[in-house]
């Protein structure tokens, strides 16, 4: 089995307490696929500019990244810039250039048309329909999204939604999409709307997974020294849909091992600018910290 993600590949520009660091390589594919690595085979769908550097490149091949479906495109690569102060939760954003990504169509090879795993990382919800729309049968689909597509782009998520297995979202969007305060009448909620799975990710604090059959709460494995939280929550959503791809089934055993897996390389994501530390991590050091965590909640 192999997954496929869709989403950003992007320079970042970071300042946190921990630090600083300009146009370092980010978006949500790459994080993405930084945990997914760890599991399975991962294509990566997404646009670069022609400003992207070739040694960008040359890293994601160098850890098995299937990057035959980046296109490049003329103009700039998507560039965000941010900071975190006190509160390493909520992400101030200074400047957001879209460039390419304002005119990005996938290209959808048939290899990834045959795609079993699918996880539509945060992009315009209509480049998600439109993608998803290319796969022929995939067994499992998992969407992201973030607060700007639901405030400007509400129709169009939706319509994807109906379309998901696996709804992935923050505390404050699954909020936002249903005005429910309260997170289990928020994921009541959007289980109406289509997905068959809501998980809910809530930072520091960890994340829900909420269905029909069942409802799991698991914390977040404790960082005492957080550098930079960019990217954690593609980091978890990494690990979770490479845990999965290696699963036979959706059954509570395997969400909860995907849960933790997501959970505990989220952790090394945090302890480190961008990609810093989930570039060199491997699955046993991933284990170790597994057994750590456990021990913890005494699991």
Known sequence: MSVTVLGTVAFDTIKTPGGFRHLILGGSAVHFSMAARLFTKVSLVACIGNDFPAKYIRFLKGKGVDISSICE????????????????????????????????????????????????????????????????????????????????????????LKKADIYCVNEQEARDLTGECNLIRAAKFLLKLGPKIILIKKGEYGAMLYS???????????????????????????????????????????????????TVIASFNVEGFGVESTSSLSLERVRKRIVEFKRIISL
Do not use: C
Not at 233 to 238: K, M, N, Q, R, V
């Open 212 to 262: 029909n059959d069942y409802i799991f709460s698991m914390p977040a494995y404790p960082v005492e020294n957080v550098i930079d939280p960019t990217g954690a929550g593609d980091s978890f959503a990494g690990g979770f849909m490479g845990y999965l791809s290696k699963s036979k089934s959706l059954n509570r055993g395997n969400l909860v091992n995907a849960i933790l897996y997501g």
């Open 73 to 160: 495109m003329n103009g700039p690569t998507f560039h965000w810039t941010g900071e975190y102060k006190s509160d390493f939760n909520r992400a101030i954003t200074i400047d957001t250039k879209l460039g390419v990504l304002a005119e990005f169509a996938p290209q959808v090879s048939p290899k990834v048309a045959k795609s079993d795993f699918i996880f539509l990382a945060n992009v315009d919800p209509q480049i998600q329909s439109y993608f998803l729309s290319k796969i022929k049968r995939p067994k499992i689909v998992a969407l992201d999204s973030m607060n700007y597509w639901i405030d400007n782009k509400k129709k169009a998520l939706l319509k994807v």
